[in-house]
């Protein structure tokens, strides 16, 4: 009896020890991805557009190859037209896919008594392994008060 009791015990420590590990990988994970994150913020804050257009994903450049708003403008476009020059970001909430090769940062904008939320999702890309930026998103922008901007 004392043997099944050892082997379940030890089977219920390994459960708990493999269930840890996976939650360090996906915080890790996500530590990393917000840091991509943020350095595309600060870089397209800092007009080094060709330094965020960078960090954007090779399925997301292919795809602006095609648009109207190829690679750096798409960048400097969403910078200096939809975010007006905002120089304040927080990031109000993160998460991250299960399959940890997703996560998504959203936030918000800030300029003067203005606001404006962003999304930013970002993946991690098979080939290199490295988190790249696949989708930048601007939302309207309002007074902080929440009144919507005329």
């Known amino acids: ?4 009791l050892a082997g379940w015990l030890l089977l219920l420590l390994s459960v ?15 530590k990393w991805a917000k840091t991509l994150v ?12 060709d330094q965020a257009t960078v960090l954007l994903s090779e ?3 292919k795809a602006l190859e095609k648009s109207s708003e190829p690679g750096r403008t798409f960048v400097s476009n969403r910078f200096s037209v939809y975010l ?19 996560a998504v940062f959203r936030g918000v904008s800030s300029l003067g008594q203005e606001e ?3 999304t ?3 993946v991690k890309e098979k080939d290199s392994g490295k988190w790249r930026v696949n989708l930048f998103k601007v939302g309207e922008w309002k007074k902080k008060d929440g ?3 005329r």
């Open 1 to 4: 009896m004392a043997r099944v």
């Open 16 to 30: 708990a020890a493999s269930a840890q590990e996976k939650t360090d990988k996906k915080v890790a994970e996500l």
């Open 38 to 49: 943020t350095d595309f913020l600060s870089a397209g804050t800092k007009r080094e557009y």
């Open 59 to 61: 399925e997301l450049k």
């Open 84 to 102: 007006k020059g905002a120089k304040d970001w927080s990031i109000t909430s993160e998460d991250i896919a299960p399959d940890q090769d997703e």
């Open 116 to 118: 404006a939320p962003f």
């Open 120 to 122: 930013v999702r970002v």
């Open 147 to 149: 009144a919507r901007k």
